[in-house]
Structure formats: C-alpha cells, structure tokens
C-alpha cells in the first residue's frame, strides 16, 4: 500500500479522532453538587444537543505527535445523516478533501496527487481508532453519543459523570455542575487498549436556543499510533443554511491500493 501523506493522515484524523488520550478537564468551579440521578442527566445532555439538519464552520487545525506537528485551516459541512465535506489548507493551498457517506470514505491528496476510497469502518481501523458515520457527526457538533447501555451517574472534580459499557466499548462524559453542559467524553475499546476522548471549551450561542463549543482538545492514544492531540478553534460556524457540496477525483489522480 502507498504510504499516506501527512496532510492527508492529518485530514483522516481531524475527521475521525474526538481528541483522546488520558487527561483531566479543568475542575469547576462549583462547590459541592448535589446528587442527580443518571435519568436526569442524560436528559439534560440530551436537551443540550446541537439539532440542525445543515451545519458548515471553517477550523484552525494544530496537529501533533511524536514525529510531526503541523498547523492548518479546514471547511467543514455536513448536512444531517447525509454527507461530510471537508478541506484542508496550509498557506492557502489545499493539501486534501474528503467526503464522507454513512457507507463510504472518499479522501483527495492533493500532495501527492492520489485518492482512497475505503468505508468509514476501513478507514476507523486503519488509524486505530472507533468510528462510524454517526460518532463523526457527534464529534463536529460536540454532541455525545450512546451506546446502548445503562448508565451510571456521579460526581467527580466539581463535574457531573455519567459512565457505562458494553461488551466491546466504555464511555464517560463529564457534565458542567451548573448548566450540565458537556465538557468532556471519552470512548475507549477495551481489548485493544484504544481510548478517544475530547475536552470541548469556549461555549457561545448558537441560533435562538443552542450553544456550540467553539475550542476542542483533542487526543488519541493507541499502541499503533501513540500519543496524537489535535487542538481546534471554529470559526464562521453556521447551522440550517444549505451549502454545496463538490467532490471530483480527478481522472490522473492514482487510486491508494487497498491492504
């Protein structure tokens, strides 16, 4: 198989890690909190869920791990349970794009002039880490997602937590003690000692009634990959204006060899 470009590895992991690695959020600032019930939270988490059917947002980018750091811009768009569109740009010039459909992963290196084409799931365990269409749009708008599972609430560092597992996966989120905003979450693949998490910042208001987090960490650790973290800052975020969506592999660009 070709060797994949840093700026298209770069483009693959922005689009499929929620910043992992094991840290802490900054504790809150709020005293004692009293009990809530794991019925409860989830609501509010729930009732805290960027909706919209489109949602487009450009993003500064710092990528860093044992070997590599770079900086760069990209254009996010998605419309809901649909279709991901992204680029990726270092001093105006676009190192890649992708679009992404719940059963299919298109990536462009413009570097080095070649295209993959795999599905979400290939692609998930090729960088080592879990996806799928659903956790990706998730992981743009900040917003949790379920496992089907029970689970458990508490309260840790001035935080509300609420954690569970299944067979394969265990998750955790930690919730504001005041307004019970998501702060942070995480997904683990216990086996394979993979863990993907993101520590969401910087709330502002979004439309009438929504809140989006506009500053992420994120982090993955595995060990395939490593140590990753990916800082990002949105910008021009806009929900429900539709935008288009344009993806062309051009005709002498080489396709990347399947493993």
Same mark, same amino acid.
């Given at each position: 198989?070709?060797?994949?470009?840093?700026?298209?590895?770069?483009?693959?992991?922005?689009?499929?890690?929620?910043?992992?690695?094991?840290?802490?959020?900054?504790?809150?600032?709020?005293?004692?909190?009293?009990?809530?019930?794991?019925?409860?939270?989830?609501?509010?988490?729930?009732?805290?869920?960027?909706?919209?059917?489109?949602?487009?947002?450009?993003?500064?980018?710092?990528?860093?791990?044992?070997?590599?750091?770079?900086?760069?811009?990209?254009?996010?768009?998605?419309?809901?349970?649909?279709?991901?569109?992204?680029?990726?740009?270092?001093?105006?010039?676009?190192?890649?794009?992708?679009?992404?459909?719940?059963?299919?992963?298109?990536?462009?290196?413009?570097?080095?002039?070649?295209?993959?084409?795999?599905?979400?799931?290939?692609?998930?365990?090729?960088?080592?880490?879990?996806?799928?269409?659903?956790?990706?749009?998730?992981?743009?708008?900040?917003?949790?997602?379920?496992?089907?599972?029970?689970?458990?609430?508490?309260?840790?560092?001035?935080?509300?937590?609420?954690?569970?597992?299944?067979?394969?996966?265990?998750?955790?989120?930690?919730?504001?003690?005041?307004? +019970? &905003?998501?702060? *942070?979450?995480?997904?683990? /693949?216990?086996? #394979?000692?993979?863990? =993907? %998490?993101? !520590?969401?910042?910087?709330?502002?208001?979004?439309?009438?009634?929504?809140? +989006? &987090?506009?500053? *992420?960490?994120?982090?993955? /650790?595995?060990? #395939?990959?490593?140590? =990753? %973290?990916? !800082?990002?800052?949105?910008?021009?975020?806009?929900?429900?204006?539709?935008?288009?969506?344009?993806?062309?592999?051009?005709?002498?660009?080489?396709?990347?060899?399947?493993?």
């Amino acid at each position: 198989m070709n060797k994949i470009s840093p700026g298209l590895f770069l483009l693959l992991l922005v689009l499929l890690s929620a910043g992992c690695g094991i840290f802490r959020p900054a504790a809150g600032d709020t005293g004692d909190l009293p009990g809530r019930s794991a019925k409860f939270l989830v609501k509010k988490m729930a009732q805290n869920q960027v909706q919209c059917d489109w949602f487009s947002a450009r993003a500064r980018i710092d990528f860093k791990d044992d070997n590599y750091s770079v900086s760069a811009t990209a254009n996010l768009r998605m419309r809901n349970d649909s279709v991901i569109w992204a680029n990726v740009k270092k001093l105006n010039l676009e190192m890649g794009r992708a679009l992404i459909r719940p059963d299919s992963f298109f990536v462009v290196d413009r570097i080095n002039r070649q295209y993959s084409r795999q599905s979400v799931e290939e692609i998930a365990q090729m960088l080592q880490v879990p996806a799928n269409f659903q956790i990706l749009e998730s992981i743009l708008l900040g917003n949790p997602f379920f496992l089907n599972t029970e689970l458990e609430a508490g309260v840790e560092e001035g935080f509300y937590t609420l954690k569970g597992e299944d067979k394969r996966f265990a998750v955790t989120y930690h919730l504001d003690g005041k307004d +019970f &905003s998501l702060r *942070r979450f995480s997904i683990s /693949e216990k086996q #394979e000692k993979r863990l =993907v %998490s993101m !520590e969401l910042k910087g709330y502002e208001a979004l439309g009438k009634k929504q809140k +989006f &987090s506009y500053f *992420r960490t994120m982090r993955m /650790e595995s060990p #395939e990959s490593g140590p =990753v %973290s990916v !800082e990002i800052e949105f910008s021009k975020v806009e929900i429900d204006i539709p935008k288009s969506i344009e993806f062309e592999i051009p005709s002498r660009y080489d396709e990347i060899n399947r493993p």
